[in-house]
């Protein structure tokens, strides 16, 4: 079917309201993404229709549920070209997966050992890593950007040596859009013999990560950031690795056999899926990715970038904006400011005219600090964006600029 954007936008009830008597022009995409009527419809099917607990009942309405929960687990396998389904680990979200790992890895590093990160990374993959090199006495270090937010990859081989043991990467920055070379960053780690996880949160609503083609070791999403609810997520580990690493949190459903002397841990991926999971949300993270393929990425990140190419082209034209993150390699993220305005107060005075977009650091202070700025303005578009709403921003922008200066 061919992309139609208005069709599209039928699908989302949220994208028919007005906020503060004007329509709704939602561009924080990259906070969360809005949700179709399928996905919506999927939470209440299950809470209407067959809400049980899953793996523990012989009951048909159990088994139902165990059913849509694991054929969930199927469609993220099939979509993210993961070989085995019990290398798929439902979480809470990227945060979730992220810990889970760094938690994991406390007893395999010390002193001596080297973790690195890039200096694009959102808090997520900051603070879990300071707190797994506060536990065992390894070491961070900071692959540097360039002034247009891209990775300096010279920089990142001369921290590489047999001493590093991890590297942690964001597929896509959350606060510039810049796309990282991960294919490269991969194989480079792999060389030195280094694991690398891949923070996937801001990629996966924008393209179709095949992991095996990566050959990534560990790979996190949120289902919330392409089109499912909050609250549950994803991550992806070889084999090999979710075997060696221990589990994250004890309690039901993770275990073999349990008495007071000893308790086993069952076999992947229940090791690390203690307690009751969120099931409609695993069963409609499915369904919003049947959704997204029905839309075709292809077709996604032909629309984005013509979004994305537009308004730069319609922003950079207002004197005094400057745009942070001009990198080649981009998605459809635009964080900004002008000069003697702060990002709050154009925030502010957009939203009254119906238009969502983030302002401040974006939890990557990092960055802000690089450019010496306390914040920016982040728009960040969606397939399901317009021209037009490229337009009404660039006019709101321009009438924040007017009442401000
Ligand atoms: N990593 C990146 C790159 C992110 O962009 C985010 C959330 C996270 C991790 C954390 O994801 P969570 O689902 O566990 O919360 N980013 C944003 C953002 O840019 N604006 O709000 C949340």
Known sequence: MAFNVQEIRKDFPILQREVNGKPLVYLDNAATSQKPQVVIDSIVDYYSNYNANIHRGVHSLSQEATDAYEGARKKIQQHFNIKQT?????????????????????????KGDEIIVSALEHHSNIVPWQMLCERTGAELKVIPIDEKGVLILSEYEKLLSENTKLVFVNHISNALGTINPIAE???????????????????????????QALDVDFYVTSAHKMCGPTGVGMLYGKEEWLNKLPPYQG????????????TTYAGLPHKFEAGTPNISGGIAFGAAIDYLNSIGFDEIEAHEHKLLQYATEQLTAI?????????????????FNIEGIHPYDIGTIVDKLGIAVRTGHHCAQPIM??????????????FYNTKEEVDALVAAVKKAKTMLT
């Open 86 to 110: 019990h290398e798929v680990i439902l979480t809470a979200g990227t945060t979730h997966g992220i810990n889970l790992v760094a938690n994991g890895f406390t007893e395999f590093l010390k």
């Open 185 to 211: 960053i991969i194989k480079m780690a792999h060389k030195v013999g280094a694991a690398v996880l891949v923070d996937g949160a801001q990629s996966c609503s924008h393209i179709k990560p095949d992991l």
């Open 251 to 262: 309690g039901g459903e993770m275990i073999a056999e349990v008495t007071f002397k000893k």
């Open 319 to 335: 004197e005094d904006l400057k745009i942070y993150g001009t990198g080649v390699d981009k998605t459809s993220v635009i964080s």
């Open 369 to 382: 600090e690089f450019y010496k700025i306390p914040g920016t303005v982040r728009a960040s578009f969606a």
